[in-house]
């Protein structure tokens, strides 16, 4: 009688040590998965900033080249004279 009991004790220890071998691996894939959306978010932020200085930067050489013109022309007219 006390096989099947010792037998029974083994099964459920190595049953007990597989469940917690499985939930660490399910552990590690969440925290992988959570590290993953972290970084996505961390770069769609990025693309985001990167959209907004392009066009503060788009917008900064618009003004420029309407200044440039603008002393073009001026010039133009004070060497007309």
């Not at 049953?15 to 499985?22: I, M």
């Not at 970084?39 to 618009?62: G, L, N, P, Y």
């Amino acid at each position: 009688m006390q096989r099947p009991i010792k037998a029974s004790v083994t099964g459920l220890m190595i049953l007990t040590a597989l469940s917690a071998g499985c939930a660490k691996k399910e552990d590690r894939a969440a925290q992988a998965a959570t590290r993953a959306e972290q970084a996505a978010a961390r770069a769609e932020s990025a693309a985001r900033r990167a959209e907004s200085e392009a066009t503060r930067v788009e917008t900064a050489a618009q003004r420029a080249e309407a200044a440039a013109e603008k002393a073009e022309r001026a010039f133009a007219r004070h060497t007309r004279k």
